[in-house]
Nanobody, 127 residues
Framework: QVQLVESGGGLVQPGGSLRLSCAPS????????IGWFRQAPGKEREGVSC????????DYQDFVKGRFTISRDNAKNTVYLQMNSVKPEDTAVYYC????????????????????WGRGTLVTVSS
């Protein structure tokens, strides 16, 4: 059974930074892509960022471009989401997700979701 474990959520002030971690079962290179999604209270879940295993290419939704960075550490088998210049509207439960091959684009995953999901970690941006 595939498991994805997120960590790193918490309370952060506007303009601050936070780093989320995602540790999947198995190797991160076994998945076609690993992504971060979020769901704010009263809103639908939305894609945030995605990294593809084949070439390490990344993609971001416009509302986080220039502020968030997705990366992976193959040695630690972990995917990170570095969140900088956070805003109150970034408050949400953040989910790590993953999909096996075949290969699809990050836009596809943002639209249709991914196969495996973590339980989420809460990020609250407030002063």
């Amino acid at each position: 059974q595939v498991q994805l474990v997120e960590s790193g959520g918490g309370l952060v002030q506007p303009g601050g930074s936070l780093r989320l971690s995602c540790a999947p079962s198995g190797s991160i290179l076994d998945y076609n892509a690993i992504g971060w999604f979020r769901q704010a209270p009263g809103k639908e879940r939305e894609g945030v960022s995605c990294i593809r295993a084949s070439d390490g290419s990344t993609d971001y939704q416009d509302f986080v471009k220039g502020r968030f960075t997705i990366s992976r550490d193959n040695a630690k088998n972990t995917v990170y989401l570095q969140m900088n210049s956070v805003k109150p509207e970034d408050t949400a439960v953040y989910y790590c997700a993953a999909s096996p091959p075949p290969s699809y684009s990050c836009d596809y995953y943002f639209t249709y979701g991914m196969n495996y999901w973590g339980r989420g970690t809460l990020v609250t941006v407030s002063s």
